[in-house]
């Protein structure tokens, strides 16, 4: 079956712009998590979606906001870009049942100039 | 809460060298642990897993022991490759996934 799928996979966008970053679940999951990773901070937890819900958040300023749709796609959206929020922003899938593994897309590469 | 603990690296190996990773963890429940590992450029994937107490994850060459008594889950390769190189994460979930910090394996022809 289909991976996790995020779009794009580049963006270059300016300070101060606001950005919305997509991701497809594998079919059937229904819980999406968002990650920022960085080479100073490593991974770092966003939020995680589950049935539309925010179910957990990471510890983010509320520039940093996500949803999940009725087919469990999920976005992020930023706002007000600032320099530091140049990442590798990653999108996980996990099924409903807990203690299970987590998927991986291949990342959307954001670049803040 | 729950959280991991790897070695961090930079780790530097020749072709053909023994490889090992460790990663210790705190939870309060029964966690599932994971190995997962990245490539440059590239998203997370999953290496190897293990569910419960002494189970053994193995995947590509790579082992890892599921130990309660020591609350580790260390990874070992016996011969790496060049192609080995890349990040490594240690994680557990027990509902909510922690990630360890990663540690970086390069391997030198």
């Known amino acids: 079956k289909a991976g996790v799928t995020q779009t794009p996979r580049y963006l270059i966008k300016t300070r101060g712009q606001q950005v919305t970053l997509s991701c497809s679940p594998i079919?059937?999951?229904?819980?999406v998590s968002w990650y920022q990773q960085t080479p100073g901070q490593g991974l770092q937890f966003l939020f995680e979606?589950?049935?539309?819900?925010?179910?957990n958040k990471g510890n983010f300023p509320g520039r940093f906001s996500g949803r999940q749709f009725s087919n469990s796609r999920s976005e992020m959206n930023v706002s007000t870009l600032e320099l530091g929020d140049s990442a590798l922003y990653l999108c996980?899938?996990?099924?409903?049942?807990?203690?299970?593994?987590?998927?991986f897309g291949q990342g959307t590469r954001l670049t803040v100039v | 809460g729950n959280s991991v603990t790897q070695m961090e690296g930079p780790v530097t190996l020749s072709e053909e060298a023994f490889l090992t990773i460790n990663c210790t963890y705190t939870?309060?429940?029964?966690?599932?642990l994971f190995w997962y590992v990245q490539y440059p450029g590239e998203g997370l994937q999953l290496l190897l897993k293990?569910?419960?107490?002494?189970d053994k994850g193995s995947n590509k060459g790579f082992e890892a022991t599921y130990r309660k008594e020591t609350t580790s889950f260390h990874l070992e390769k016996g011969s790496v490759q060049v192609s080995d190189s890349a990040v490594y994460f240690c994680?557990?979930?027990?509902?909510?996934?922690?990630f360890g910090a990663g540690t970086t394996v390069t391997v030198r022809a």
């Open positions: 996980a899938s996990r099924d409903h049942r807990g203690n299970t593994e987590a998927f």
């Open positions: 293990a569910t419960k107490a002494d």
């Open positions: 979606y589950f049935s539309e819900t925010q179910r």
């Open positions: 939870a309060t429940g029964y966690p599932s």
């Open positions: 994680a557990l979930t027990d509902y909510k996934l922690s």
């Open positions: 079919s059937g999951h229904r819980s």
